[in-house]
């Protein structure tokens, strides 16, 4: 359900965006997929442009392993184009791959 809907179910007004720093940031959202890892992670891009002319990706990655999660956050300047997805999953797979390591009492 999108945004828009879920607040026009509600009957609530939606707010306008909230403008820092005498500007706003227009972006825009891309999901990158699942990746079947433990009990699985999603990637997400967010584009952002400013009226001063810069542009940034940010990525995003949210995996779990049983009760454990771990968010995963990469940014860079460029565009959607500039990302560099394929090395973010392989980063994603392996820190959701690490999040669960048995505790084991040092030796003495």
Do not use: W
């Amino acid at each position: 359900m999108s945004c828009t809907r879920a607040t026009a179910e509600a009957g609530q007004r939606r707010r306008p965006p909230v403008v820092r720093r005498g500007f706003s940031r227009p972006c825009s959202s891309k999901p990158y997929g699942h990746l079947n890892v433990e009990e699985g992670a999603d990637v997400y891009g967010i584009h952002t442009a400013s009226a001063q002319g810069s542009s940034d990706i940010h990525l995003f990655s949210v995996g779990r392993d049983g009760a454990t999660v771990t968010i995963v956050r990469r940014a860079r300047l460029g565009t959607s184009k500039d990302a560099e997805v394929a090395g973010f999953k392989t980063t994603t797979v392996t820190a959701v791959n690490k999040l669960y390591r048995p505790f084991r009492a040092p030796r003495t």
